[in-house]
């Protein structure tokens, strides 16, 4: 662990917050040092109760949670409340993930915090607007942004991103830089002499799902319409073997080369097809006919032809090919992780962090201890 980088060393997080979003955010800044507390109520955060799981303890729990300490609280009873009061005294940074709203009634306001805390507050459609107290999820909120109408298979159907809670996961990240960037000016403003200012941030999965679509939001904002598919035919294939393989195409000429690997060379010359705008408005015609090719030969050898011409190509693996992949297996993509209750479980590392296996804690495990700290 000693080449992690671990530059919130000393910081207090109080992370009163459940499911994706806002503990995602908070395992960050463990993974960086910070000692985090969560609060949890009495039957534990409803992520505990999630995909593959044994007893109090899930595999979504773990990934959104390790390296922190956990503190059982019921914020409906006044002694609850007033532990979480005391805590919130001593935190740097607070978050939460409330209905907007429920925080402010329950104490839990930047006010109780440091003079200089920084506070964060997670929703589905932040904190004020028509929408503000709507409920949502990672799936709703693919909808309404516009998400699904972007991933539209080649079955013609727009689908949310599957099994990969896309927006959660960009609302987790993007609460994890708004928190630096807050850190960050208050450690300018110690340089320049100045008290440190406290910030309250307020982080929703709609303004992160639209931030990773900037690129498309722009552009159907410039156009006033729904622009044509920009490289088609690029998409997924299935082999001969059944198993599924991905093709990109960047440049005009790819789509000649493409021809000649599948052995359709005509489809290259037929006028229908000259040009990526041609080939989206006549897919109806082109797709089939990629796709009779494609069921000629197994995905593999597809692959090798196309990456033999340095063709963007690769096969749609599951995660065990990747975790089996000899690439990820040589550069330690992913750390093993000892979760009691659970066993070993493999966990990509932290893009750029350095390793770090730190299990999740079991439900209430440090609420004696936490407790005790502040002399309850």
């Known amino acids: 662990m000693a080449d992690r980088l671990q530059p919130y060393r000393g910081l207090f997080v109080l992370d009163a917050s459940q499911g994706i979003a806002g503990p995602y955010c ?33 595999v979504m729990h773990v990934s959104f949670n390790r390296g922190k300490r956990s503190a059982v609280l019921d914020l409906q009873s006044e002694a609850g409340r007033a532990a979480m009061l005391k805590l919130a005294a001593k935190a740097d940074v607070m978050l939460e993930a409330f209905r907007p709203g429920v925080a402010k009634r329950l104490g839990l306001v930047p ?15 932040g904190q004020r607007g028509p929408h503000s107290e709507r409920p949502c999820t990672d799936s709703v909120m693919q909808a309404y942004s516009g998400m699904v109408s ?15 809670m896309a927006v959660d996961m960009v ?40 931030a990773l679509m900037g690129f498309n939001i722009a552009e159907q904002g410039l156009l006033g319409r729904v622009p044509p598919a920009a490289n088609l035919p690029a998409g997924t294939y299935q082999g001969s073997d059944g198993r599924w393989f991905m093709v990109a195409l960047l440049r005009e000429p790819e789509y000649v080369q493409l021809c000649g690997i599948i ?43 196309f ?14 090919d990747w975790l089996a992949d000899p690439h990820a297996e040589a550069v330690g993509a ?15 590392r932290l893009p750029g ?24």
């Open 111 to 125: 006010e109780a915090g440091k003079p200089d805390v920084v506070f964060l507050s997670v929703s589905g459609f």
């Open 171 to 210: 609302t987790g990240l993007s609460a994890f830089i708004a928190v630096q960037a807050a850190l960050a000016e208050q450690a300018l403003d110690r340089v320049a002499g100045a008290a440190p200012r406290a910030r309250v941030l307020d982080v929703s999965l709609m303004q992160s799902a639209a």
């Open 307 to 320: 990456q033999a011409v340095r063709m963007l190509c690769d096969l749609v693996n599951t995660p065990l």
């Open 334 to 348: 992913a750390v093993p992780l000892d979760q009691p209750g659970l066993g070993t479980l493999p966990f990509p």
């Open 150 to 164: 972007l991933n539209v298979g080649m079955d013609g159907v727009p689908h949310r991103t599957g099994q990969i």
């Open 26 to 58: 908070a395992t960050q800044l463990a993974a960086c040092g910070a000692t985090v507390v969560k609060i949890e109520p009495p039957a534990g955060d409803w992520s505990r109760g999630l995909s593959t799981r044994e007893g109090t303890q899930s």
């Open 263 to 305: 052995g359709r060379p005509e489809l290259a010359t037929d006028p229908r097809f000259a040009s990526f705008a041609l080939r989206a408005e006549h897919r109806d015609a082109l797709l089939p006919e990629i796709r009779a090719a494609a069921a000629t030969q197994p995905a593999a050898e597809w692959v090798r032809r």
């Open 353 to 376: 962090l350095g390793p770090w296996s730190v299990p999740a804690p079991a439900l209430g495990e440090h609420t004696e201890e936490v407790l005790r700290e502040i002399g309850l």
